[in-house]
């Protein structure tokens, strides 16, 4: 009896996605370094870089550039997913993963003890909406089905990444929220450090997700015909 057709797997869209993944790591990599002694990596989130300066230069678009290239990591990472026929749900949650990140390098967070604007509370609504969004689309890309899935092998690590974002999602989450109640000065809980936990979660969660399109370079027959 003949096998149905596989959907083809993009070791391309794989090689762009790590290759933009990498560029925002040594991006923040690179911020961490040079502004430790501005910006706090315990008590300040990562927006907050947007503030800082860099020999007398705004570090601004070096934290744009951080976000833009893990949106087109992503993005890749994304057309991958299109490549290999998977849930239409997984695409839309993704897209919604780098939308957000888009808003984010592009619109900046409010200063530390400053009055709330539009902007600021469209960089926080942005960055909440993509951190849900995207564990959100590594469960639903791993749900079991009829046709063979390259990402079936990675199915308990993406699961068990994802939970741990959600986790710090909504650590990082009730923290933000106490803040705003209590007041700055009465915060305890360290949302810089909780958030640069949840940023390498899912770090680890989209080279988890690439892999598989990874694969495809060493396995001719995953690739397309």
């Given at each position: 009896?003949?096998?149905?057709?596989q959907?083809?797997v993009?070791?391309v869209h794989?090689r762009?996605?790590?290759?933009?993944?990498?560029l925002?790591?040594?991006?923040?990599?690179?911020l961490?370094?040079?502004?430790?002694?501005?910006?706090?990596?315990?008590?300040?989130?990562?927006?907050?870089?947007?503030?800082?300066?860099?020999?007398?230069?705004s570090?601004a678009?070096?934290?744009?550039?951080?976000?833009?290239a893990l949106?087109?990591?992503?993005?890749?990472?994304?057309?991958?997913l299109?490549?290999a026929?998977?849930?239409p749900?997984?695409?839309?949650?993704?897209?919604?993963?780098?939308?957000?990140l888009?808003?984010?390098?592009t619109?900046p967070?409010?200063?530390?003890?400053?009055?709330r604007t539009f902007?600021?509370?469209?960089?926080?609504?942005?960055?909440?909406?993509?951190?849900?969004?995207?564990?959100?689309?590594?469960?639903?890309l791993?749900?079991?089905?009829r046709?063979h899935?390259?990402?079936?092998?990675?199915?308990t690590t993406?699961?068990?990444?994802?939970?741990?974002?959600?986790?710090s999602?909504?650590?990082?989450?009730?923290?933000?929220?106490?803040?705003?109640?209590?007041?700055?000065?009465?915060q305890?809980?360290?949302?810089?450090?909780?958030e640069?936990?949840?940023?390498?979660?899912?770090?680890?969660?989209?080279?988890?997700?690439?892999?598989?399109?990874?694969?495809?370079?060493r396995?001719p027959s995953?690739?397309p015909r």
């Amino acid at each position: 009896m003949p096998q149905p057709a596989q959907a083809a797997v993009s070791p391309v869209h794989g090689r762009l996605a790590l290759a933009g993944i990498t560029l925002a790591v040594a991006i923040a990599a690179d911020l961490h370094l040079r502004l430790s002694a501005q910006v706090s990596p315990v008590w300040q989130t990562l927006s907050e870089y947007v503030y800082g300066h860099l020999g007398g230069r705004s570090a601004a678009p070096l934290f744009s550039a951080m976000c833009l290239a893990l949106a087109l990591g992503s993005l890749a990472l994304l057309a991958g997913l299109v490549t290999a026929r998977r849930s239409p749900a997984v695409v839309a949650l993704l897209g919604v993963w780098c939308a957000g990140l888009t808003i984010c390098a592009t619109v900046p967070v409010d200063p530390d003890g400053q009055a709330r604007t539009f902007d600021g509370q469209l960089h926080n609504a942005a960055a909440l909406t993509a951190f849900l969004a995207l564990p959100a689309a590594a469960w639903l890309l791993t749900r079991r089905g009829r046709a063979h899935c390259p990402w079936e092998p990675r199915r308990t690590t993406i699961r068990a990444l994802a939970v741990a974002s959600f986790a710090s999602v909504l650590i990082v989450l009730g923290g933000f929220v106490f803040t705003l109640i209590t007041g700055p000065a009465q915060q305890e809980v360290t949302l810089g450090l909780f958030e640069r936990l949840l940023f390498t979660v899912d770090l680890a969660l989209l080279l988890t997700m690439v892999r598989p399109l990874l694969a495809a370079a060493r396995n001719p027959s995953a690739a397309p015909r």
